[in-house]
Nanobody, 126 residues
Framework: QVQLVESGGGLVQAGGSLTLSCAAS????????MGWFRQAPGKEREFVAA????????WYSDSVKGRFTISRDNAKNTVYLQMNSLKPDDTAVYYC???????????????????WGQGTQVTVSS
């Protein structure tokens, strides 16, 4: 049973940094794509970043490119989202998600993902 558990959210001032973690368990993820999405109140779920576990290839949304970095630790089966230069617009619940990359899907599309974590709140104050 695949389980994704996010941690690391919190309250930070604009310009600050946070690192989110997504601990993955239940299988090996070497053939998976791992993604981060976010959802602010009253808004649709938004793609943030994704990573192909086997190659380390990454995708980013234009809104976070250059500020956020997605990475993984194979030994810990954990995916990270390093967030720098945070803005109030980054305030949202952040979700970790995963899908098998053996099936051709679009990593920017939340409908591609089969597994989701419970989310972690990130609040950026101005």
């Amino acid at each position: 049973q695949v389980q994704l558990v996010e941690s690391g959210g919190g309250l930070v001032q604009a310009g600050g940094s946070l690192t989110l973690s997504c601990a993955a368990s239940g299988r090996t993820f070497s053939d998976y794509v791992m993604g981060w999405f976010r959802q602010a109140p009253g808004k649709e779920r938004e793609f943030v970043a994704a990573l192909r576990w086997s190659s380390g290839y990454t995708w980013y949304s234009d809104s976070v490119k250059g500020r956020f970095t997605i990475s993984r630790d194979n030994a810990k089966n954990t995916v990270y989202l390093q967030m720098n230069s945070l803005k109030p617009d980054d305030t949202a619940v952040y979700y970790c998600a995963a899908y098998s990359s053996t099936i051709l899907k679009f990593p920017r599309d939340y409908r591609a993902y089969d597994y989701w974590g419970q989310g972690t709140q990130v609040t950026v104050s101005s």
